[in-house]
Every structure is written in structure tokens, then in C-alpha cells.
């Protein structure tokens, strides 16, 4: 299968490449025959004795097209463009209510979902200043045909992948991706956050005026004090004065805590890589290993084919 793909890539750089590509047509409808062969020599009761003796009758015909598939492998393998390939991982953002477990910004699943469809695709694009259109660039292209999202659910993580032809294509194209659907998350968490942010000023706000409310009642307590004509009769509205702004302070107090820790990084935040973006070493793509199986099995495969074309001509 690998050599079926090699041959897809070979075919969108050009008409010089149709020579290679009719040959592997050839080679598919050699493989059709090879198997309709089989299947009709298992009916008829294939014994390996029978296998030993046709590998040993066309074992240079087996030979010489097992290599000939190899170096085609191996040849398509040096022909196409390399491609290195990024891949991170990303933590959904949450925002804390106070009441309860966390709650993401957008549920993993669905974060998922949308990283899968063209308008994310072209967003990301269109951050890299790429064309919109297939077919026009090859690093639109690669991204878009190698982009690549999977769900880790026991990890609760988003794991990213995409290609590039070069280590450095490879890691601007996930950061695109990553701040993409980092931006996106931004704009929904933004109400929320923001809302919190006011309401820890307002409570700041009122905790000054009922602080500096608390050092004039103080005051006046002491005055009150010194005047024993006016001590009693005061002396009752001032303590419920007091009991007052004592309650406000510790009602105001306890409300900016829970606000504290409601928008304490650790627990409310915006979606983020869980580390740096990691670039393999080695290109991704072609696998040259891949390319030498693929090629010494068709080949394989059409030796075969003719060696029982040939069986049956000669009956």
C-alpha cells in the first residue's frame, strides 16, 4: 500500500512521473490476476510441494522482480519531497465558578471536532498567509492533507499533529494550529474572565469605602466616649453602626477570597500546550522502509503473476 500512495504523490508533480505511473497500473491488474490465480489453484488443492516446485521453476523470474521492486521502492523513496512532521499537546482551557469541578471553555470532544473541519483549516491558513485554494501551494497542501487531531481521553488532551517539508515548515505550521485554537477559546472565555476581573474591582472598590468607613466610626466611638451626657444614647446607633460595617467587611472579605481563587491561574485559564512543540529528527515522510516492502512485495506479486501466466501457456 505504501508504493499505491507513492505513486498518488508521484502523479500530482507532473507528467514526466506517468511513465512510473502506468507501470504501477500495471502492476495492480498483475496483482488482480496473481490473486484470481491463487483462489482457483486453492480450489483445485495447492499443496506446498507444488509451491516449492513453481518457486524453484521461475525462481529467477521471483528473484529479478523482487529486486526490480525494491529499487522502484527505494527510488520512489529519493523521488518524492521529504516531509518532518510536529506534533504537541494541548490542554483545553477552564474557567472555576466556585461551585463545583471546573468547566472547560469548549469540551474536548468538540474542540476536536472543530479542528477537523475546513473553516479551521482555512483560519489557520490564512494566519500563515497561505493560499485558500488546493492545489496552488505545496505547504498549503501538506497542511491540509496531513493535519491531524486525536482525543486522548484518559489524559483528557488534545494531541496534534502536522508535516512540513522541513523542520521549521513543520513547527510554524503547528504553532498556526495551536494559536488558532488558542485564539478561538480566548473569544468564548473572554466574558466570563472579564466579568470575574469587575467584580473583584467593584469588591476591592467597596472593601476601601467600608474600611475607611470602619477608621470614621472608630473615631467617632472614641468621641462618644468622652461625653457621658450623650454616652448611652449614641453609644446604641454607633454599635449597630459598627456591627454593620464589620458585617459588609467580612461579607466583602470572604466574597473577594472566593474571587481570588476563582480566577487563580491554576484554576482558571486559557487553553494551552502541555510543553514545547516536538519536530522529528528524521523525515516522517517517505519511510524508506515502508517504500522497499511495498515495492518487494508488488514485485513479489508480479513475478508470481507471470510465472503463472506462463504455466498456463505452456498447457
Not at 5 to 12: M, S, T
Not at 134 to 161: F, H, K, P, T
Not at 239 to 264: F, G
Request: with cysteine; hydrophobic share 45%.
Amino acid at each position: 500500500m505504501g508504493f499505491f500512495v507513492a505513486l498518488g504523490h508521484l502523479r500530482k508533480n507532473g507528467r514526466h512521473f506517468r511513465k512510473i505511473f502506468n507501470f504501477g497500473n500495471i502492476l495492480f491488474k498483475s496483482y488482480h490476476y496473481f490473486m484470481s490465480e491463487i483462489l482457483e489453484r486453492a480450489a483445485d488443492g495447492v499443496t506446498v510441494g507444488d509451491a516449492v516446485e513453481f518457486c524453484r521453476r521461475h525462481f529467477i523470474v521471483l528473484i529479478t522482480f523482487i529486486l526490480l521492486g525494491l529499487a522502484i521502492g527505494l527510488g520512489t523513496s529519493f523521488v518524492l519531497r521529504k516531509q518532518w512532521e510536529a506534533t504537541s499537546n494541548i490542554q483545553i482551557g477552564q474557567i472555576y465558578s466556585g461551585n463545583g469541578p471546573p468547566t472547560q471553555i469548549e469540551a474536548t470532544a468538540r474542540s476536536l471536532e472543530r479542528m477537523r473541519q475546513a473553516p479551521f483549516v482555512d483560519a489557520v491558513l490564512t494566519r500563515l498567509g497561505l493560499p485558500l485554494e488546493a492545489g496552488v501551494n505545496r505547504e498549503s497542501d501538506v497542511l491540509r492533507a496531513s493535519l491531524n487531531v486525536n482525543y486522548n481521553r484518559g489524559a483528557d488532551i488534545l494531541q496534534i499533529a502536522v508535516r512540513g517539508e522541513s523542520p521549521d515548515e513543520a513547527r510554524r505550521n503547528l504553532a498556526a494550529v495551536q494559536e488558532q485554537l488558542i485564539d478561538i477559546h480566548s473569544s468564548l472565555a473572554k466574558p466570563s474572565i472579564d466579568r470575574m476581573k469587575k467584580e473583584m474591582v467593584d469588591v476591592q472598590e467597596a472593601l476601601g469605602i467600608e474600611q475607611a468607613r470602619k477608621k470614621r466610626l472608630d473615631e467617632l466611638v472614641a468621641t462618644s466616649l468622652k461625653s457621658s451626657a450623650a454616652r448611652f444614647s449614641v453609644g446604641v446607633l454607633i454599635t449597630e453602626m459598627v456591627q454593620q460595617n464589620d458585617l459588609q467587611l467580612r461579607t466583602l472579605s470572604q466574597r473577594k477570597i472566593a474571587l481570588e481563587e476563582q480566577i487563580d491561574p491554576d484554576r482558571t485559564f486559557n487553553t494551552r500546550p502541555l510543553g514545547a512543540i516536538a519536530v522529528s529528527r528524521h523525515p516522517a515522510f517517505p519511510r524508506k522502509l515502508y517504500f522497499l516492502l511495498g515495492g518487494a512485495v508488488l514485485g513479489m506479486a508480479f513475478a508470481v503473476a507471470a510465472g503463472l501466466y506462463a504455466d498456463s501457456r505452456r498447457r
